[in-house]
């Protein structure tokens, strides 16, 4: 007789499932990182051309390169807010991505206990069912013959 988890398939759907949101997450995370990193990028950046513009400014500078630098920061200023915004996004979707995971953490992790549990109450009936058997033989070996009871009963 062998053991068999009649939810098996359940646990491995949703063992699949864990991996998956795991890969995700992972994807998720990877995607906040790039976005950060370019954020920092564009902040390093408008602040080498703020500098720029401070020093050239104190020199004096033409009108249509002040006008440059003005343009620049006016488009960086709204390409980083636009990234802070998909910053944002990204986090609110790890956040659910991750509340996610840790659910299906807690299901499968319920079916695993289930499993165990189970697996355990068949070891013992089968440990009972054996020692059933061998105080059966036991008692087979010793027991005297019929004939020899008669004899010295009567």
Not at 60 to 68: A, D, H, I, N, Q
Not at 101 to 124: N, Q
Request: proline content about 2%.
């Amino acid at each position: 007789m062998t053991f068999s988890f009649r939810l098996q398939p359940l646990l491995n759907w949703k063992a699949n499932l864990e991996e998956l949101s795991r890969l995700r997450l992972t994807e998720k995370t990877r995607a906040l990182k790039a976005e950060e990193k370019a954020i920092r990028e564009l902040t390093d950046q408008r602040a080498f051309y703020a500098r720029q513009e401070g020093d050239k400014t104190k020199k004096g500078v033409r009108v249509w390169e002040f006008l440059l630098y003005r343009e620049f920061a006016e488009e960086s200023f709204k390409t980083l807010e636009r990234r802070e915004d998909r910053r944002r996004l990204r986090e609110e979707e790890m956040k659910k991505e991750r509340e996610s995971l840790i659910g299906l953490m807690k299901e499968k992790k319920i079916l695993e206990r289930l499993k165990e549990k189970k697996l355990r109450g068949f070891i013992d009936r089968m440990e009972r069912l054996e020692q059933q058997g061998n105080d059966e033989i036991a008692t087979q070996r010793y027991r005297p013959p019929l004939c020899s009871l008669r004899e010295g009963g009567e």
